[in-house]
């Protein structure tokens, strides 16, 4: 099987619950929080904050707001802020963001401006998930 052909977005783990936001949803309002205790695919717009285990934006997809999570994939846009403990900028991937992290991985191909800081503690970068 060759990577062309694979699925964009793989589960962090079968036991854990994955919440899609399709591309035909958009999600606009003032201070406005998403909150998962599982995965998040986002494969439409949020301006908002989002807070989960795993946030994937895929490609296509757009956020503008906070992202925190434990894990971070970005494959489509965002404008903002990203706070994980590892953040993952793909190829074809468009940020403009500051990162918090504890382990950041660009991509070849990867559009990022920005600033990125190394989180002094675990506390930055947790998500809420309450």
Known sequence: MSNAAAPSYQPASPDRPT????????????????????????????????????????????VKGVITARTIAIQGGVKGELKGSNVILHEHSVV?????????????????????????????VTPDLS
């Open 19 to 62: 919440s899609i936001l399709g591309p035909d949803i958009s999600i606009y309002g003032e201070q406005l929080i998403l909150k998962t205790k599982g995965s998040l695919l986002i494969q439409g717009h949020i301006e908002g904050d989002v807070h989960g285990e795993t946030v994937t934006v895929d490609d296509g997809a757009h």
């Open 96 to 124: 403009e963001a500051d990162i918090v992290q504890e382990r950041l991985t660009v991509a070849d191909g990867a559009h990022f401006e920005g600033s990125v800081k190394k989180a002094k503690n675990a506390s930055e």
